[in-house]
């Protein structure tokens, strides 16, 4: 019969009938893809026409490069790879084609070591080791939206949603965008002022905005080197930090219900082999307020995003400054180091103004270096720049900081609710410090403003005197509009000089020139020295009434201004007090996190060091309906042929009976011949790996374990039966779990129908989506990819779910790559008719199985 199945596999390509595994238990199991009649060993497969669906292929490549990651997209038919060269992938499911590519950069770094979708498929977070940093991608345009650093290197992490509702939940689930009544909408920056500095790009500013998505609470949890375990909200604010945790993480699940989080850990000691552990860590008190957690995260969410966006606007106001306008201050240094007279420097601009006549130095210094072009170009760049940064402050720096203040007044006011939001570390104290930080921003940039409005009245004059001047000097035309000058405008001209112009030795030591005639620049520098040329305040009413004020002086109603320090500064102080108002609930939550379970499952040798550790066994999942976290993992040196069973009740507190068992993954082929004669011959396999498919449905590759038996199988084994196994597991607590294997539940396997031989390949990893009924098998060698449909209906329903599928990437397809685009084409000229379509991929198959030569051999 075995004849027969294969050469159904090479004739049908597109619709093979082939089987899978089911546990041997009397009764039929539950799960919709597995109702299939109870087997015994001497039983024949079923006939054909009972048969399930078999998996059908849609796609397969050979990549260049190595791949260390992939993970399936939950809301569409796309899956994200990340190779050895730092570059991330997405590709879809059609004919595996690519979408975009998102090379490696030096800012974010090159060595990718974890991904994570956020639960709504728009956001894709991957961690990199080299400069310890997470960033989140969004998924439309492959444009990097934030990015945040870590304290060590992230080595796995998982994005979950809550899924538990409150009444308390629903009303805050509808009155969440009260903000948007109180607050105008933060404008989009320029585009002619888009940083291309570092990652940000035009357009950028709404992304930015939305990266919060849902307002259902989602985390974002991190593992990594020395036990740190953190959780971000929404993938933004950081919830929790744990501590304690034993060893590096390998794999972690937090539970939808969040009353406990699951922890794989390897643990290293001197004198054995590393050592793979399984924790429980009792996060009661995120799933006990739920509610006032959820408003806490989104609150503090938004303030992280606002600092985003101002963070944006300011490098927005830094790159419209100009260096050109530093060119007057150093060419009269150059003025001042190499004329011969004693006069200073305002005397000679005095003696131009008064009298229209200057030294010869002056007039080289003018005509000569300035020149009368040079000038006119200046003062266009001098006018351009500051209207720009002026209307950057107006519009986005003033409106984040309003934005800024306000919902940090309402996280001060839940921080008053003690009864509610005591427990989760909200300090008042701590608020109003960040309140007031942000009060400090606001004045300055308002300061800047003032600076920027009369240096644009105060240079304008200036130039346009100094432009009369110089058209004098060349005995050219003066247009009459520009002849005309008041007693008043000499006046004016006059107090500029004399306030601008004056030499200062001091500030040559410090910068290399003797003059500040630019004013602006100097709240845009990221330094930590004072201003040069800090505002004059002699004579402003309202200062000297607060100095003169006991009772105002300190009065905690008034924002300190700190007239000494630049913007730049001032905005990096805010941050920093916010930041450490935004730790406190993060400390305070992690030290409520304790450790409830810890299980020495197995060790592993130091020779599996070469594999890639995100494809390593122990997988978990979370079953949300029946409230468990479930482990599948082997112990080859124990068991080769066994897959193991935990599960553990997501509340601490709950206990499950038979927590552990194993499944036997030897079965009886039948190799019976056409004519149905009963000849069986017992195969045994060994799993390379498994992954959940769903709550009752695991996805495993199989490898043959004799020598006659070197074939690789993907099947899909039901869990309905194993689960209902009466016997109970009694863990030894002493002892690792492979050194009392002998006691673990054992249950067998016979042959069903839903399987499929990986011919052509030497498979070794698998990564399922059973939401969109999809899996991935990835080849040893980390660059041979096939990607299958698990659950094929019909040809007619094949057909209507592969244009469902095409018209959910709509919204994907306007941002193909060239490359992509002209696969894109091959693979619809393919799909023309069905007889060309075979022959294209049986072509496809001989390509690919050529390059396989060397990795079977």
Request: charged share 25%; glycine share 4%.
């Amino acid at each position: 019969m075995s004849s027969y199945y294969l050469s159904v596999l090479l004739s049908n390509v597109s619709k093979e009938n082939v089987g899978f595994f089911s546990i041997a238990q009397p009764q039929t199991p539950k799960h919709p893809r597995s109702e299939i009649s109870p087997t015994d060993s001497s039983s024949s497969i079923p006939d054909k026409a009972n048969n399930m669906p078999a998996f059908r292929q849609v796609g397969e490549k050979q990549l260049p490069n190595p791949v260390l990651c992939m993970a399936w997209s939950p809301k569409r038919d796309l899956i994200a790879l990340a190779n050895t060269t730092g570059e991330l992938l997405l590709h879809r499911l059609a004919s595996f084609q690519r979408v975009w590519s998102l090379p490696p950069s030096e800012y974010t770094g090159k060595d990718i070591t974890a991904l994570a979708w956020r639960p709504d498929g728009k956001i894709l977070a991957f961690s990199l080791r080299d400069t310890k940093q997470v960033v989140l991608c969004g998924v439309e345009k492959a444009e990097i939206l934030h990015v945040f650093p870590m304290q060590s290197p992230v080595t796995c992490m998982h994005w979950m949603e809550v899924t538990e509702e409150s009444s308390a939940l629903s009303s805050f689930y509808n009155s969440e965008d009260e903000s948007k009544l109180f607050l105008p909408k933060l404008p989009t920056l320029p585009k002619s002022y888009s940083t291309t500095s570092k990652i940000f790009s035009e357009e950028k500013s709404d992304e930015i905005m939305n990266l919060m998505g849902e307002v259902r609470l989602n985390i974002l949890v991190l593992g990594g080197d020395s036990g740190f375990v953190e959780l971000y909200a929404y993938g933004m604010y950081k919830i929790a930090t744990l501590t304690g945790v034993s060893g590096t993480c390998r794999s972690l699940s937090l539970s939808s219900d969040l009353k406990s989080l699951s922890v794989i850990t390897e643990v290293r000691s001197a004198d054995s082999n590393p050592q793979i552990c399984y924790i429980q860590l009792d996060t009661g008190l995120l799933s006990e307020c739920l509610p006032e957690v959820t408003r806490m995260a989104r609150k503090f969410t938004h303030i992280s995003t606002l600092l985003q966006y101002l963070h944006l606007s300011l490098t927005c106001m830094c790159e419209a400054w100009e260096d050109i306008l530093m060119q007057m201050d150093l060419r009269l240094t150059k003025f001042v180091q190499e004329k011969n007279t004693s006069t200073q420097v305002q005397d000679e601009f005095l003696e131009l103004l008064l009298w229209g006549q200057s030294s010869p130095e002056l007039q080289a210094l003018l005509m000569n270096q300035l020149t009368v072009k040079g000038l006119k170009k200046l003062g266009q760049s001098i006018e351009s720049s500051y209207s720009s940064i002026q209307k950057l402050v107006i519009s986005h720096l003033q409106s984040g900081s309003e934005a800024l203040l306000y919902h940090l007044s309402e996280v001060k006011g839940m921080s008053l609710w003690k009864q509610k939001f005591e427990s989760l570390g909200l300090d008042s104290a701590a608020i109003e410090g960040a309140i007031t930080a942000v009060g400090s921003f606001s004045l300055k940039a308002n300061e800047l403003l003032q600076v920027i409005d009369k240096s644009m009245k105060n240079f304008k004059a200036f130039f346009r005197w100094l432009y009369v001047a110089m058209l004098r000097m060349c005995e050219e035309h003066v247009p009459p509009e520009l002849n005309k000058m008041t007693q008043k405008d000499i006046a004016f001209v006059a107090d500029f000089l004399s306030e601008h112009f004056s030499e200062n030795e001091e500030l040559f030591d410090r910068k290399g020139k003797y003059f500040n005639v630019e004013r602006v620049g100097q709240y845009l520098k990221d330094e930590d020295e004072d201003l040069v040329s800090p505002p004059n305040t002699k004579g402003n009413q309202w200062l000297k009434f607060l100095q003169e004020s006991t009772h105002l002086k300190e009065s905690p109603l008034l924002f300190p201004s700190f007239p000494q320090k630049s913007l730049h500064f001032v905005k990096r102080m805010m941050e920093n007090v916010i930041v450490q108002c935004l730790q406190e609930p993060a400390e305070v939550i992690g030290r409520s996190v304790k450790q409830a379970v810890f299980l020495p499952l197995y060790t592993v040798p130091e020779s599996s060091e070469n594999t890639p550790r995100l494809f390593e066994l122990p997988s978990l999942w979370n079953d949300k309906k029946a409230k468990m976290h479930n482990v599948v993992f082997c112990m080859p040196e124990i068991s080769p042929c066994k897959l193991y069973l935990l599960r553990k009740a997501t509340d601490p507190n709950r206990h499950i009976p038979n927590s552990v068992m194993s499944i036997d993954l030897s079965h009886h082929l039948d190799n019976a011949d056409d004519d149905n004669a009963a000849a069986q011959t017992n195969y045994v396999y060994s799993c390379l790996d498994a992954r959940f498919y769903d709550d009752e449905m695991l996805t495993v590759v199989l490898q043959g374990s004799e020598e006659e038996n070197k074939r690789r199988v993907l099947a899909q084994l039901p869990l309905a039966s194993a689960l209902s196994c009466e016997s109970e597991f009694s863990w030894e607590p002493n002892l690792r779990l492979d050194q009392q294997s002998s006691a673990i539940p054992c249950q067998g396997l016979v042959l069903g129908n839903q399987w499929r031989e990986l011919e052509n390949m030497k498979a070794q990893f698998v990564a399922v989506n059973g939401i969109r009924k999809v899996a991935c098998v990835l080849s040893a060698n980390l660059r041979h990819i096939r990607v299958l449909e698990m659950d094929v209906e019909d040809e007619d329903d094949e057909g209507a779910e592969s244009q469902n599928a095409s018209a959910d990437q709509d919204g994907l397809d306007t941002t193909m790559t060239s490359e992509g685009q002209g696969e894109e084409s091959v693979e619809d000229k393919d799909e023309a008719g069905k007889q060309g379509g075979e022959d294209v991929f049986k072509k496809t198959e001989e390509h690919l199985e050529s390059e396989e030569a060397l990795e079977l051999s």
